[in-house]
């Protein structure tokens, strides 16, 4: 079936069950929803993200990876197409190609269209630009460019397959709690180190999101956890925790669909961590997060799809000079070097930026969920506080998503960019879809914070009647 058929027969499915549920004399939301999972595991041994210090390909699979596409649609045809991946990241253009297909065949605008990553750090390399392609030898670049175009197919045909399946459904939102994440930066004399820090700010919360056919099956589960996946540095792929929850999750719910959302996980780690043994743990405390979730009222979802995206303009401070770049490119420091190399590259094309796009989303699902999804790797402090102005005594439950639409840095707080360290700005040299040349500005919270405020707004009003 080509993408138009798709959605001629994705519509038509779409017509005949709204007539049917009025004829019935139903309530007025008659959601539509369709669920599909693909595996993108690369075939064979594949360089891996994540850890700057691998050095070698995997040499197998300890559980596949996959991506998984929700499609909802309320009740005047408005729709809102999920992605989650086990993957590192989602680079800006690989978002860039979903979005335009689903512009052109499918008659969507940017605002319909999340995608999130899980941030696996045992998964593919996703090389997705010329900067990050550039100084791998030829297999290793003509490997990194075939998987991201194979992934771009998989991740299309995932779509189109959760389009075909697109039935009415019942959408309620559930919550829990899970408390292995921990706060990962550790104040010490010499600046915040990456280890466990008990007093740190964390943000422990499971939102579900239940998805059942019109017979009270369960038809997908979307679960959320702000916290990286890094229990594991194997040479194996596997999505890591969350990979092993949404594998316990379907397992426990045959014909269900699980899809992982991360949260604002960018200074959380699993605690304890780097065995196979604990990574499954955590799947298994977080599956039983989800199922305890399952357990408690279910929040009914009514009313409609409102849906905002736009982008905040990220500033970088202290862009350095050609001098500074010439004297860090001899560094003994390989990343540094390697760094500083690449900043030349881009100061002498012309391309080196001084500010990044981030793209903001909003989605309201009626009056019962507001949710918002964030770029890069955001801290915690975002979750927290979005969720402290935003959730009302009877208002919407507020479901706060890092690391969706475009992952290109670490975004911090302003509270953890003053403090320093490697989210602040000291992890800009590893990041490779993106050339960055440094640290945010401190308006970085800010500017984030005043975009996300006026979406939440924007979303709020009630939307235009559409006969006029
Ligand atoms: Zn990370």
Redesign the pocket.
Known sequence: MNQRSTFVFATLVFCISVSLTFAEGQPETSWQAGVSSVKITPEGPAWMA?YASRDKPSDGVELDLFAKSLVVRDGSGETLVIVTLDLISVPGPLRKHIEERLVQSNGLKPANLVMNCS?T?CGPEIRTTGSALSGLDPERREKAVAYVESLQTRILSSIDAAFIKLAPAKLSFQKARAGFAMNRRLPSDTGYRNSPNPEGRVDHDVPVLRVEDTEGEIKAIVFGYAC?N?TLGLYQMNGDYAGYAQNYLEEAHPGTVAMFMMGCG?DQNPYPRRTLELAKQHGRTLATAVEAALETPKRAITGSLRVAFETADLKYADVPTRDQLLEQAQSANKFDKNYAERLLKELEDGTLITSYPAPVQVVRFGDAVLFVALPG?TVVDYSLRIKRENQKQGGPDVWVAGYSNDVFA?IPSLRVLLEGGYEAGG?MKYMTTVVQPGAFTPDVEELLMSRINELVKATAEPLPSSDE
Do not use: W
């Open positions: 994540g941030h750090h990286h890094t960018g790797e670490y992890a």
